[in-house]
């Protein structure tokens, strides 16, 4: 299977990043590293994207930020469940400011290092994205070789676009048609639930402490009914923190509907169809259910990893 999976890598090889961005016609969208927080959600939910470069004074591209990202400032900012049972409405104005009204060149000096910034020309081909994508990162900003300016994004989402349309080729059918179970997908690793009754800010702190990109939730009979990801915090502005308090459920139904229809698929079901469903439905991820219950879970950094190992 090893030779299939270099056979995808080589016919990404023959993809030249320029023209790849030049079909995408994509305006690339760049926050500034003065700007706060509470601006770069909304502008990253106003374009309908989870993350873009980061310019600093000089007008060069200095990092990439994410969704994730704010993830993890708010974990940081947010009050303990002691200082909240103290006074919990002083405690959420305050952390409301330290997460509104935080520049994103803090919020950059404070994060892990997760999803670095990684120089991509455009000289260079979509099989260089698609071994970065394989090792974690979720994005890449592609360099102009000439100009040294950002001209695309090129995402997980991207490669697995390109990969619905090719990868029905006989020549990858072993990889294609292997099923989610056979991959490993069925046995609950990287799967994170939680209930329709626990809060954002409990939902936020899992998403942190496993490193995932969302979570499972479910009813109190563990029925799959909703999705909870970093891009759900969309909806949560400064004048909105006192939200985090709020029951998952509630807080999807107000402020991102279409989470409450998560998009499921059976372990029996092949890597091409999940491929499929995941680019048709515009997803980051697809929960593998038996009778209506989440066992595991196939996102876009799956994908990316089978492809460039």
């Known amino acids: 299977m090893s030779h299939e999976k270099n056979a995808i890598l080589a016919e990404l090889h023959k993809v030249s990043l320029k023209t790849f961005a030049t079909e995408k016609k ?8 003065t700007d706060t927080i509470e601006k770069a959600v909304k502008v990253l939910g106003d374009n309908k994207i989870l993350g873009a470069p980061v310019v600093g004074k000089d007008g060069k591209v200095i990092d990439i930020i994410d969704m994730s990202h704010i993830v993890g400032h708010i974990c940081r900012a ?9 006074d919990e409405l002083g405690s959420l104005k305050i952390a409301g400011r330290a997460i509104a009204l935080v520049t994103l060149q803090h919020m950059l000096d404070q994060t892990d ?13 979509l099989a260089t994205v698609a071994e970065l994508l394989g090792k974690g990162l979720h994005r890449t900003v592609i360099f102009s070789k000439e100009t040294k300016q950002p001209v695309a994004i090129v995402s997980q989402s991207d490669i697995c676009r390109w990969l ?3 990868l029905n080729g006989a020549k990858f059918e072993k990889v294609a048609k292997r099923t989610l179970k056979d991959y490993g997908f069925a046995a609950g690793d990287g799967l994170v639930t939680i209930t329709e009754k626990q809060n954002v800010l409990y939902a ?6 496993n490193k ?8 109190a009979q563990g029925h799959l009914t909703g999705n909870f990801s970093a891009s759900d915090l969309r909806g949560l502005y400064q004048e909105n923190f006192p939200g985090l308090l709020r029951e998952i459920g509630e807080y999807l139904d107000e402020f991102s509907p279409k989470s409450r229809s998560p998009r499921a698929i059976l372990a029996t079901s092949t890597l091409l169809e999940a491929v499929q469903e995941i680019s048709q439905s515009k997803l980051h991820r697809l929960w593998i259910i038996d009778d209506f219950k989440p066992i595991g879970v196939i996102t876009l950094t799956d994908v990316m990893k089978i492809i460039s190992a």
Do not use: C, M, W
Not at 204 to 209: D, G, H, R, S, Y
């Open 26 to 33: 994509q305006r690339v969208i760049t926050l500034q590293a």
């Open 78 to 86: 947010s009050p303990t469940p002691y200082s909240l049972a103290r």
């Open 113 to 125: 290092g997760r999803d670095p910034l990684v120089e991509v020309f455009d000289d260079q081909t």
């Open 164 to 166: 619905a349309v090719h």
């Open 204 to 209: 936020l702190n899992l998403l942190e402490k």
């Open 212 to 219: 995932v990109g969302a979570v499972a939730v479910v009813d």
